[in-house]
């Protein structure tokens, strides 16, 4: 059998576990590319090796960054530095407060939050701190949900995100240099927020007649945030802001290994916050880090027979890179992975961003076939994606959102998401192909 026409049915066959739920999404990753690996011709030993091969590249690259980085930034969290930002700038406002400020609130929030990297997190910080204000002010709950969701997109080229880890991994790039690659891709997001502004204060006026709404108590309503952690130190507030700004200054200026950054900062975090259970804040990422760590072997998995070439043979994903050549116009080929760009939104609705992602090496092949660097096919997707992620059934974070957001009918919220969000990725590319940051 044709590698490439293995390959295909690799997908399809993926895409049918995931899609049908018969067997769990990491198990359907790991067992069927096994199985096509052998039936392409590796033995069980030669498969061991590729598959470790590729595992250790991603923990060298990635994995240990996403370790030490989601410890760091769940005791930033924990210590409620952010609150303490957060409700700082909330209350400055006041009773000047209005839904053109609540919605720029909640793209600073979710740009503050997704320091984290964490979807649920940010969530997490932003939403229950909000929810308030949007009930006063009778601010629509899924336009919330939407703004922040656009504010994360914007800053998804973090190189400890998971974005960037997934897509590193998938892709076999280093995650540093596809974070650089993807920065511009973040500015182009700055347009499309404005306009998701505009459009929903629109809306609101239109239904209410005003943005204005006089809340006396709107300061209280928010201020209770940060005595629900057990593990707040408001008194450290000053020495966590400066570990964080040095963290952050030793790995965008002096460009210091993403891992020992975090493990220096994670260590003097722990010291100084809590010398005497350090090692029960730590433990409490284990569960979120063993999720993600079994994702990223998955993957490996995947990846690993996807791009092995048994002895005097050629592999699937070169394969099924000549097939498309020879079966698609070259004119439309070279514009493949742009193509997928502009859809994503609507496929992610239907299929779950890991399959997606899988895909990463064929749009790389083929972009390679055209002399297309592999940054600057896999870059866009960085954060674009992000506005994809949000109104699926297939993200368990939507779930969270909307469970923080007391959105009731999930359903509901991602039909009413869908466009709004095309719209945006659109517009999003739109303004990458004018400045020049889109590569055709």
Known sequence: MSPGILALIMIVLVLAAILTKKVPMNFALFVIPVVC?????FSVIDLGGIILKQLGSIMQSAGF?????????FMVNESGMFDIIINKLIS??????????IMIMTTIIGMIGYLT???STVYLLCFPLMLPLYRKFKFNKGAAFIICQTACGAVGFLPWGIGVIYTAAASNLDPMELSKAAIPWGLCFIPVIVLQWFYFAYMHKKEYGSLGLTVSESGEAVA???DEKPHARPKLFWLNLVIFLAAMLALTVLQYPGYLVFIMASIVMAMTNYPNNFGEIWNKTALMFLNVIIMLSAISVYIAVFNA???GGISMINDLAKIMVGV??????????IIFLLLCVIIIRFVPFQVFNAMYPLFISIGASFGIPALYVIAPFLCNLALATSVTPFNSATYV?????????VDGFIKMGIPIMVVSNLVVVFVAWVTGVLII
């Open 37 to 41: 690996g052998l039936l392409l011709g």
């Open 65 to 73: 960054l996403l370790l030490f980085g989601n410890i760091y930034f």
């Open 92 to 101: 400055l406002f006041g009773k000047k407060m209005n839904v053109a400020i």
């Open 117 to 119: 990297a964490n979807f």
């Open 224 to 226: 209770q945030h940060n």
């Open 309 to 311: 070439a048994p002895e």
């Open 328 to 337: 698609v116009p070259s004119f439309l080929l070279k514009y493949v992975h």
């Open 401 to 409: 959102g909307c469970n923080l957001l007391q959105i009731d009918d």
